[in-house]
């Protein structure tokens, strides 16, 4: 099966840099996905990384290394409205471009 | 843009009642999924489904059935709701043309409670 861990939680300031890691356990591996879900709204997909390395999508970067089962997100400039859960999600085996999702991270950025 | 919608946002049951939770997709994406999030447990997969009238079992599908007659639905089914079935129900859908599809699209959300 698959399980991932990842921080409950998280505090930063409005402009600061944060990094939410992820580490998983998988048999099979096709990649580790990002998503951000607000209160009372719906998860919205991030970012994915298949291979290793740093993938940049304006302030947020997703890092993945595959030999030590590991992942983060990195978000810089922090505003205000970056407060929210945010899951790390691994596809797996078993068909279906399946995701198991970790129990997220919640982000609090102060003023 | 991609649309994933859930016919309730707010549902109230009674212990043992048969409940249908629907979700329609317009994008015509072949896999749909069923998740149910709780407080510091995420998202859990209850049921899957990558085709018409296939569907495959999540992480925790004990207590639920689903059924896909057409391609851009996917209902979850409680036969007979239990009071630790009160949850928020998530569907998603995604797409397998042209391989591995790690996004997916998240409707707005089913608020169960079972009482």
């Known amino acids: 099966g698959q399980s991932l861990e990842q921080p409950s939680e998280v505090t930063a300031v409005e402009g600061a840099i944060v990094q939410i890691n992820c580490t998983y356990q998988?048999?099979?591996?096709?990649?580790l996905s990002w998503y951000q879900q607000h209160d009372g709204g719906a998860p919205t997909f991030l970012s994915y990384?298949?291979?290793?390395g740093l993938e940049e999508t304006g302030r947020f970067s997703s890092f993945l290394s595959r030999s030590d089962s590991y992942g983060y997100l990195l978000l810089q400039e922090l505003q205000m409205k970056d407060s929210a859960s945010y899951f790390c999600?691994?596809?797996?085996?078993?068909?279906?471009?399946?995701?198991?999702f970790g129990t997220g991270t919640q982000l609090k950025v102060e003023l | 843009d991609v649309k994933v919608t859930q016919s309730s946002r707010y549902l109230v049951k009674r212990t043992g009642e048969k409940v249908f939770l629907e979700c329609v997709q317009d994008?015509?994406?072949?896999?749909m999924f069923w998740y149910r999030q709780d407080p510091g447990l995420g998202l859990r997969l209850i049921y899957f489904?990558?085709?018409?009238?296939?569907?495959e079992k999540g992480d925790i599908p004990e207590g639920y059935s689903v059924s896909r007659e057409k391609k851009e639905r996917f209902s979850l089914i409680l036969e007979s709701a239990s009071t630790n079935q009160t949850s928020m129900y998530l569907c998603?859908?995604?797409?397998?043309?042209?391989?591995?599809?790690?996004?997916?699209?998240f409707g707005p959300g089913t608020r169960l409670t079972v009482t």
């Open positions: 489904s990558y085709d018409v009238k296939m569907k």
């Open positions: 998603a859908s995604s797409t397998s043309t042209g391989g591995i599809s790690y996004e997916q699209y």
């Open positions: 998988t048999s099979g591996f096709y990649g």
């Open positions: 999600a691994v596809m797996g085996g078993g068909g279906g471009n399946k995701l198991t």
């Open positions: 994008m015509d994406h072949e896999n």
């Open positions: 990384n298949a291979l290793d």
